[in-house]
């Protein structure tokens, strides 16, 4: 069975019209003459997307009892079931109630396209996973749900919805977005211009940054039968990028993770994380932040490294030796006191042992975001 397809509309945040522009997708491949449901719709009370979605056969969701309260949830047997050519699924990033087939939405489209559904989802940037600390820098609110970027490369389709922020605040104060009660708390938070400008900058350079990468791959399928040419003849080959970021198991680290997976991606190398730490039994608090660690690693597709040394800088260099690292990447060292102060720092000792590899320092923009509204 052929895998189905996925086409994500992308906006810079809520109230752009992304439900409402896979509505009309969706009417387009109705007219098309193909078999269209809606597996999830998300009005949030928008009368002009609820109207717009008449004509289409929405599929009933399914009632779900979590601590005592009833949750409505889309119903990934029923779309099964149901087999139709194209199902909308509104809100990609969504977290499922517990107990369902999956923990996240997501995961619940990649059944259906393995099931050979084309899907039409949407999404706002700041959902990605890479992004999750560059959009609390900009807006000051931390969000909660968040998806893999690989799921974004591997959409066979994006469709970017695009407003200013001043048309968007614009549609905020007539209510078209939030119900009245909410609209001057929206103002004063989240849709603040400034913060909506920012974001509308990532959102472009997201998509931008998605499109180029496509090409580079179409480029180099070109010329894989060359390459392979090459390899096989024994002539020397050119080495790709491959970063090696260092990290400890503690919150902080994510921030550089993100940071040190979107530079590899701007690079088109590979990303290996590295925690080289003293011999010795864990405690409680590292085993819970090493495995938070090794699941950011496994959602952003990178590889974490744990090694036992006293020997920082010497274990460093040998890492990277054996994974072929052409740039480390660290975050600003603790502050250092007494004779340690006269040790050479880590990044110059690596410097000395590699020197053919860029040694960089990630900047700490660290703030204290609050959480994202509901």
Known sequence: MDRGRLRVVIGMAAGVGKTYRMLLEGHAEKEDGRDVVVGLLETHGRAATAEIALGLEVLPQRDVEYRGTALREMDLPGILRRRPEVCLIDELAHTNAPGLEHAKRYQDVEDVLNAGIDVLSTLNVQHLESLNDQVAELSGIRVRETIPDALLGHADELVVVDLTPEEL??????????????????????????????????????????????????????????????????????????????????????????????????????????????????????ERSLTALRQLASMLGARLIVEESDELAHAIAGVARRQRSTYILMGRARPRRGLARLRTPLPQRLMELLPGVDVRIVADRAQRPTEEPE
């Open 169 to 286: 605040l614009e549609r905020l104060r007539a209510g078209k977005i939030y119900p009245a009660e909410r609209i001057d708390a929206a103002l004063n938070n989240f849709f603040k211009i400034e913060n909506l400008s920012a974001l509308r900058e990532v959102a472009l350079r997201q998509v931008a940054q998605e499109v180029g990468q496509r090409r580079f791959a179409a480029a180099t399928s070109l010329v894989g039968s060359r390459l392979e040419e090459t390899i096989a003849s024994g002539a020397p080959q050119a080495v790709g990028e491959r970063l090696l970021a260092l990290v400890e198991p503690y919150p902080g680290a994510h921030r550089l993770v993100r940071r040190a997976w979107r530079s590899a991606q701007r690079l088109g190398g590979e990303l290996d994380l590295l925690w080289v730490r003293r011999p010795g039994v864990l405690t409680e608090e590292q």
